[in-house]
């Protein structure tokens, strides 16, 4: 155990004390669930950094670090499926494609073989943090907006009307990474025929 694998699951298990905290309305509660994301977040950049200076390179970090930044994502996106920000059918279908091409490079990764992540992949990412981060203002912003009841919040009541559409907003913000992530794993699945096919043997 080193200081870049301790912040791997460091990052781990901030995520579902981010998905509880997310269960409360109230803003402060709000609020601390953004800020564990974003601690989250950024042991993703912390964990490579140091692993990078310090040249601790393990087989545990090669397979966990992956892994621990897809847990991070998926909860975010599974924690606003019941809370009506995203729509179930494109939360899953982008889980089960993280974990599957995730778990089928990590395979790759202990017999030796490397699958590189392409440029579209980085897109892919960048656009789900976009999402989650619109998604996550929203919800900080909107018990401000309702203090309980409509009308009773701090913010104006005259912006309700102009907010109302968010849930069209999320739609398009997810269906962008959806779109990507779907290609991605495809072109995964097609570029590492070889790789899966000595894997399987």
């Known amino acids: 155990?080193?200081?870049?694998?301790?912040?791997?699951?460091?990052?781990?298990?901030?995520?579902?004390?981010?998905?509880?905290?997310?269960?409360?309305?109230?803003?402060?509660?709000?609020?601390?669930?953004?800020?564990?994301?974003?601690?989250?977040?950024?042991?993703?950049?912390?964990?490579?950094?140091?692993?990078r200076k310090l040249g601790h390179y393990t087989g545990f970090g090669r397979f966990m670090d992956p892994l621990a930044d897809k847990i991070l994502v998926s909860t975010a996106f599974l924690t606003f499926v019941p809370l009506g920000y995203a729509r179930g059918w494109m939360v899953i279908v982008i889980v089960v494609r993280?974990?599957?091409?995730?778990?089928?490079?990590?395979?790759?990764?202990?017999r030796g073989m490397v699958i590189s992540s392409s440029f579209l992949a980085k897109w892919k990412t960048a656009t789900q943090m976009i999402a989650i981060t619109v998604i996550l203002l929203f919800a900080n912003i909107e018990p401000l907006i309702w203090g309980g009841n409509p009308g009773q919040g701090i913010m104006p009541i005259w912006i309700l009307p102009v907010l109302g559409w968010h849930y069209n907003l999320f739609d398009v913000l997810i269906f962008i990474p959806l779109i990507l992530t779907v290609w991605t794993g495809?072109?995964?699945?097609?570029?590492?025929?070889?790789?899966?096919?000595?894997m399987l043997r």
């Open 1 to 51: 155990m080193n200081f870049a694998n301790f912040l791997t699951l460091t990052r781990i298990v901030l995520s579902p004390v981010f998905m509880i905290l997310m269960q409360f309305e109230h803003y402060y509660w709000r609020l601390a669930a953004t800020v564990v994301f974003i601690l989250a977040a950024l042991t993703d950049l912390a964990d490579g950094y140091y692993a």
């Open 98 to 110: 993280e974990f599957l091409i995730t778990g089928l490079r990590s395979m790759a990764a202990y």
């Open 186 to 198: 495809v072109d995964y699945l097609f570029k590492s025929g070889g790789l899966l096919k000595g």
